[in-house]
């Protein structure tokens, strides 16, 4: 079928930037990308390009632009963009080869909870938007209660099997939670932290997801931002896991030819891909 997903591409940088910034992603300058179906997308000017995309979802004036912000150490998104009601991709990307269309995308979903007619219509889009996703982060506030809209919107994603390893769950505004925490830096107190152990029960409870998959944060106060960048690597290490298989697999052949093709250019990247590389492959390589 033919793929109908637009991507405005707000932001072109090469990896090492983002890496400077946020030292967690070091290990994505080594991805090997696949060139196949899944990975691949079409530029302005006809070319084809290929990439690992990490994409946020959630209600307007949840964080998702703060939050990538603050990842990409940039005020790239556009933030309290309330009229943003256009169903466009925004992408920040980050080039991963030097001569290949190699790239890893920070991607935000604008639009989101703006529509009444939505969800139904929404459905197949959503699904597109997984499929051409190695990672989901879906936001929620922890302080609110509402959850109608993402019962709609990730129950569904949650619940499909394929997909479902995709997602993680990022609770962002902690800091609002009650009692307010007065101490600069935003540290939560003893009652907050309850009230965020009862605020995960009631997550986990209501979209049925492991406590494994739920993260809480806050974008503005800078509070858990690792554990998002973390959880981000954690399920990139799986869903990317069949580009480094294959990755491997080309390396093995290639020692059997008795090539001098060294590790690291395979695995792409400047001088900061090497050691990273070799930590998420060597994981990998332990899991089997
Ligand atoms: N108190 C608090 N405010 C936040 C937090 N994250 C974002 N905001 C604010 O929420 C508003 C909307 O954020 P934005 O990133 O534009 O949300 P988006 O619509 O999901 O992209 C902005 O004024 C942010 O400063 C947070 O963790 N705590
Ligand atoms: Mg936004």
Same mark, same amino acid.
């Given at each position: 079928m033919e793929e109908k997903l637009l991507v405005d591409i707000i932001y072109n940088a090469h990896i090492t930037e983002l890496v400077n910034n946020t030292?967690?992603?070091?290990? $994505? &300058?080594?991805l090997n990308i696949a060139e196949n179906y899944a990975n691949l997308w079409h530029l302005k000017g006809g070319e084809v390009a290929y990439w690992i995309q990490v994409i946020f979802i959630g209600k307007t004036g949840y964080g998702k632009s703060t939050t990538l912000n603050k990842i990409c150490g940039k005020e790239l998104f556009k933030t +309290?963009? $309330? /009229?943003?009601?256009?169903k466009t991709l925004s992408s920040a990307l980050y080039k991963i080869h030097d001569t290949k269309n190699y790239y890893f995308s920070l991607c935000d979903l604008p639009g989101i909870g703006e529509s009444t007619q939505t969800n139904n219509t929404y459905a197949y889009y959503y699904d597109s938007i997984l499929k051409k996703s190695h990672c989901v982060v879906y936001l929620l506030r922890a302080? /609110?209660? +509402?959850y109608s809209l993402d019962l709609q919107i990730l129950k569904p994603m949650l619940e499909n099997n394929e997909q479902e390893k995709k997602i993680m769950v990022a609770v962002n505004?902690? +800091?609002? $939670? /009650?009692?307010v925490s007065l101490s600069k830096p935003f540290q939560p107190n003893q009652q907050q932290l309850e009230n965020i152990e009862e605020k995960s029960l009631e997550i986990q409870k209501i979209f049925k997801v492991p406590q494994t998959k739920i993260f809480f944060y806050s974008a503005t106060e800078e509070y858990n931002m690792d554990k998002i960048s973390k959880g981000i690597i954690g399920i990139l290490e799986k869903t990317v896991k069949h580009e480094l298989t294959v990755a491997e697999q080309k390396l093995q052949k290639q020692a059997q030819f008795k090539t001098a093709l060294k590790f690291g250019g395979l695995f792409?990247?400047?001088?900061? &891909?090497g050691i990273a590389g070799a930590r998420l492959y060597d994981h990998l390589k332990k899991k089997k």
């Open positions: 030292h967690e992603f070091s290990g $994505i &300058a080594a +309290d963009d $309330i /009229k943003s009601c256009t302080d /609110k209660r +509402d505004w902690v +800091d609002a $939670i /009650k009692p792409l990247g400047g001088a900061a &891909a």
